[in-house]
């Protein structure tokens, strides 16, 4: 048992006795939304568990064209809800239906993927081209960018997420895939694109590449050479080099470097394929 | 700590550590109808209801099922008349060794419970965390579509 150490569960009633009992006890708590990180990867050092069930941050609601969603609601309350399907180009909906099983999707929720922030998460590629916002508390409620958010939680204590804020963007045109020897298995490299249009241009390039194994990050070179192509050529191949340039990739059990990178660029002209399909209307 | 339980409708309490899973506690305290298998999430045999909805109790802390409602497969036939999900799984066949069935009937009653006319791609996907190593999945998929059936009242048990 991972958690053979703790001896206190704290049941905070708000976001600020949370933080305080987080600054007390430092590395060795930890916030307790589904758990499901918690019960397989926590180290058995954490004494004790602050418990977020009370603080209401289970609700799912559509904001003057944002999906808000609370830190605790669970991945298949996610999906079911009405908003989901409609935003961000129905991405999000179709990566979660690729996160795990439905049977973890009804304990998962996305303050646990951020707080853990794994390298193979599905989920953090999606809310990086989808320009997601993440709330969180440390003390003062802020909004940060999600990537801002991922910098941040490197270089300090990392805040409690609080909600995940996604545009509508039903204009919006995105994709995700990844690549794993088995459908549960964390993937070998995963890609989230997302584009928009204008007139037959292609505007608003999105591109988030995960699993590599580092964190995903967006291939931002890679979106400027994309940005403002003809729809309908695209220049893949002169795009490739500077794919397999800026990705972040190594060697680990799962896959080489070199093998990654050359499927970086498959991934890319993929997605970037599938989104512009998708936001025209089509369905692959 | 002491965890209060409803547990296939009777409130339950149980001394548990914070940090144990819920399939732990269960299986102490003789509910030994949710099986053990991974302990990781992935094999899904430990499947309750939690609150509704089917989960893998190995990944659900003691502190966190503190309060909830869990129904186990047992709790489908408290008085011993089998649930037309158990029924369908005996006469299709869907049972050999039995290990993944209880976690197997869970996750068809969570489908079941939201929509009795699955299509059999939801089938699939709603019992796409419980693995079977005997039958190969279409004979569990056979008993779904009928028990959907017999629930919609379309079908003799």
């Known amino acids: 048992m991972a958690l053979e150490h703790v001896k206190a569960v704290i049941r905070p009633s708000g976001l600020d006795q949370a933080w305080e009992e987080k600054q007390k006890l430092g590395r060795q708590a930890r916030f307790l939304g589904g758990g499901v990180d918690l019960a397989v990867f926590a180290p058995s050092s954490i004494e004790a568990l602050i418990d977020l069930r009370d603080l209401g941050l289970s609700t799912i609601a559509f904001d003057e064209g944002e999906m808000i969603i609370g830190a605790t609601a669970t991945m298949a309350e996610i999906m079911e809800s009405p908003e989901a399907g409609r935003c961000g180009g129905g991405l999000l909906v179709d990566v979660l239906r690729q996160v795990a099983s439905p049977l973890q999707r009804n304990i998962a929720t996305f303050g646990g993927t951020l707080g853990s922030a794994h390298p193979w998460s599905d989920v953090i590629p999606a809310l990086l081209v989808l320009d997601a916002r993440i709330g969180v508390f440390d003390g003062a409620a802020r909004v940060v960018s999600t990537e801002e958010y991922l910098a941040g939680r490197r270089e300090r204590m990392a805040p409690l997420v609080t909600s995940v804020r996604i545009p509508s963007e039903p204009a919006l045109g995105a994709s995700f895939i990844t690549f794993g020897r088995s459908a549960f298995d964390v993937g070998i490299l995963n890609c989230a694109c997302a584009v928009a249009q204008e007139e037959d241009r292609l505007k608003r390039v999105r591109i988030a590449v995960g699993g590599t194994p580092a964190l995903a990050r967006r291939l931002k070179r890679t979106e400027q050479a994309i940005e403002g192509s003809s729809l309908d050529s695209i220049p893949f191949t002169e795009i490739d080099p500077t794919v397999a340039d800026e990705i972040d990739v190594r060697d680990d059990r799962r896959a080489s470097a070199a093998y990654r990178r050359t499927l970086a660029c498959v991934a890319v002209r993929r997605g970037i394929q599938k989104a512009v399909e998708r936001m025209n209307g089509g369905r692959t | 700590m002491k965890i209060g339980l409803t547990i296939n409708g009777q409130n339950q309490a149980f001394e548990a550590t914070p940090g144990e899973s819920l399939l732990d506690v269960l299986r102490r305290n003789g509910y030994i109808d949710v099986k053990k298998g ?47 999900i158990q029924q369908a799984f005996l006469d299709e066949g869907a049972v050999q060794c039995g290990y993944c069935t209880p976690g197997m009937v869970i996750s068809a009653y969570d489908l079941l419970s939201r929509n009795n006319d699955p299509t059999d791609e939801e089938i699939q996907e709603a019992i796409a965390g419980n693995l079977c190593r005997c039958t190969g999945y279409v004979k569990q998929v056979d008993a779904i579509r009928k028990a959907g059936a017999i629930m919609r009242g379309e079908a003799n048990e």
């Open chain 2, 38 to 84: 991974c302990g990781t999430g992935d094999c899904g045999a430990c499947a309750v209801l939690f609150n509704g909805r089917a989960v893998n109790s190995c990944l659900i802390l003691a502190a966190k099922a503190n309060g909830a409602e869990v129904l186990t497969v047992a709790g489908l036939a408290p008085a011993g008349e089998l649930h037309p």
